[in-house]
């Protein structure tokens, strides 16, 4: 059977990472101990160290609330996210992670990143497949003349 470089479909569910989420609150939890190991006054190191705790645990409650996605992949250029098509759709890669990128039906631009808990490699590898590699990367000389 003859192997093809055209794309492939690929459907699969984005659901928010663990991984950014427990980072989020390392942070909330280590931000403060850092103030606190400043030599910042303690009239201004208190509010601080506070404002920090704070804005860690409204990130991660925020990572962990995002709603699920159902993202159906079938040519580079005509991509559904919960059924309704988007524009622009771009995917880059950075080692195992993948990180999506869209415009939606009123025009806003849409940020995605899939960590390796939330796409096991069986469905990398398909979206690898089914989003063709960029042609600005492809076309370059990797060495100098």
């Known amino acids: 059977m003859p192997s093809s470089n055209a794309s492939s479909p690929c459907r ?6 663990r991984w ?9 939890a280590l931000a403060p101990f ?6 910042m006054p303690r009239v ?5 160290m506070i404002a920090a705790c704070a804005a860690g645990l409204v990130l991660a409650r925020r ?7 159902r993202i159906a992949i079938d040519a580079p250029d005509r991509v559904a996210i919960d059924d309704a098509p988007v524009r622009e759709f771009r995917v ?11 415009r939606d039906g009123e025009g806003q ?8 808990d939330t796409l096991p490699p069986p469905l990398r590898r398909e979206l690898r497949l ?7 990367v492809r076309g370059r000389d990797t060495m100098a003349p």
Do not use: H, I, K, T
């Open 12 to 17: 699969f569910e984005w659901r928010p990472s």
């Open 20 to 28: 950014p989420v427990a980072a989020s609150l390392a942070l909330a």
């Open 34 to 39: 850092s103030v606190w190991v400043s030599e």
């Open 44 to 48: 201004f190191a208190w509010p601080l």
């Open 63 to 69: 990572e962990a609330r995002r709603p699920r996605l």
């Open 92 to 102: 880059e890669w950075r080692g195992p992670l993948a990180f999506l990128s869209w």
């Open 109 to 116: 631009l849409q940020r995605r990143s899939l960590w390796p």
């Open 130 to 136: 089914a989003m063709p590699e960029s042609d600005a």
